[in-house]
Nanobody, 124 residues
Framework: QVQLIESGGGSVQTGGSLRLSCAAS????????VAWFRQAPGKEREFVGR????????NYADSVKGRFTVSRDNGKNTAYLQMNSLKPEDTAVYYC?????????????????WGQGTQVTVSS
């Protein structure tokens, strides 16, 4: 069992930065792919980025590529989402997810464990 708790959300202006954290409990975190998703009001949850268990491999949605970075510190059982050059369209609730059960890793259906989400609001 893995429990995930996100933190670090808040309100920023366009062009600003935020770093989200995802603290995990459980001994399997270091062996698990971790992903970030987001969901804006009235929209479906969408993939943001993911990290392989060691952090050596990452993938991103085209909409955030070059601006967002997924990283992790397995010694601290924590994953991060560094968000730079934020835009109003990045406004959403951000979720971390862990442990792939199968299927494409950019799909929310692939993940077994989820955090409660943290709100990010970017104003123009």
């Amino acid at each position: 069992q893995v429990q995930l708790i996100e933190s670090g959300g808040g309100s920023v202006q366009t062009g600003g930065s935020l770093r989200l954290s995802c603290a995990a409990s459980g001994r399997t975190f270091s062996m698990s792919t971790v992903a970030w998703f987001r969901q804006a009001p009235g929209k479906e949850r969408e993939f943001v980025g993911r990290s392989s268990p060691t952090g050596s491999n990452t993938n991103y949605a085209d909409s955030v590529k070059g601006r967002f970075t997924v990283s992790r510190d397995n010694g601290k059982n924590t994953a991060y989402l560094q968000m730079n050059s934020l835009k109003p369209e990045d406004t959403a609730v951000y979720y971390c997810a862990a442990q792939v059960t199968g299927g494409p890793q950019d799909s929310s259906n692939a993940y077994k464990f989820w955090g409660q989400g943290t709100q990010v609001t970017v104003s123009s």
